[in-house]
T-cell receptor, first 116, second 110 residues
Framework: GAVVSQHPSRVICKSGTSVKIECRSL??????MFWYRQFPKQSLMLMAT?????????EQGVEKDKFLINHASLTLSTLTVTSAHPEDSSFYIC????????????FGPGTRLTVT | DAKTTQPTSMDCAEGRAANLPCNHS???????VYWYRQIHSQGPQYIIH???NNETNEMASLIITEDRKSSTLILPHATLRDTAVYYC???????????FGKGTRLHILP
């Protein structure tokens, strides 16, 4: 149990286009999901906290108009990178917090975004 | 949240116990110690967590010093698949957002 999936696993897009990444909790409900970004040989950097039915909370320095987050259901959160540029190329990882008593966080496998 | 300090990298021979240290000298009484690891190009994987007592599960053991200012993650019989970056994290609540430090890059040597 406690599986989190991400789709797509890899995506290549042209500069100036937008790309959507999905994060799903497959066998549990997640009131809260988190989005991270990771550049090569660096640690994960928290981008935002996504709460079901409400606006996401962005970390300092993360552009909310560029990284659109929607958490429309208890099992799905999406991250849309708008007007992508090569510097947005990165590994994007989500985590889902199981609703209920345990509040454990489970991480997705990540999405590799390459902007050409 | 309390900060953690970990060695940048460590080597361990396959089959031996890997002991990964973590310093968290500013930890408060209600903060948990969590360990995650990230294998290359994958999402982080939860390993173990503890508050005051030592903990053991099927993956590892966690030894927390009596003053709680440091801890050690022990992988009892390391395999090549344990090669990863290991993150020691201190959390006030289990539903805290996780802020990752640089972690320890563990190399298991054949």
């Amino acid at each position: 149990g406690a599986v989190v999936s991400q789709h797509p696993s890899r995506v290549i897009c042209k500069s100036g286009t937008s790309v959507k990444i999905e994060c799903r909790s497959l066998d549990f409900q997640a009131t809260t999901m988190f989005w991270y970004r990771q550049f090569p040989k660096q640690s994960l950097m928290l981008m935002a906290t996504s709460n079901e039915g409400s606006k996401a909370t962005y970390e300092q320095g993360v552009e909310k108009d560029k990284f659109l987050i929607n958490h429309a259901s208890l099992t799905l959160s999406t991250l849309t990178v708008t007007s992508a540029h090569p510097e947005d190329s990165s590994f994007y990882i989500c985590s889902a917090q199981r609703s209920g008593s345990s509040y454990e966080q489970y991480f997705g496998p990540g999405t590799r975004l390459t902007v050409t | 949240d309390a900060k953690t300090t970990q060695p940048t990298s460590m080597d361990c021979a396959e089959g031996r116990a890997a002991n990964l240290p973590c310093n968290h000298s500013t930890i408060s009484g209600n903060e948990y110690v969590y360990w995650y690891r990230q294998i290359h190009s994958q999402g982080p994987q939860y390993i173990i967590h503890g508050l005051k007592n030592n903990e053991t599960n099927e993956m590892a053991s966690l030894i927390i010093t009596e003053d709680r200012k440091s801890s050690t993650l022990i992988l009892p019989h390391a395999t090549l698949r344990d090669t990863a970056v290991y993150y020691c994290i201190v959390l006030w609540n289990r539903d805290d957002k996780i802020i990752f430090g640089k972690g320890t890059r563990l190399h298991i040597l054949p």
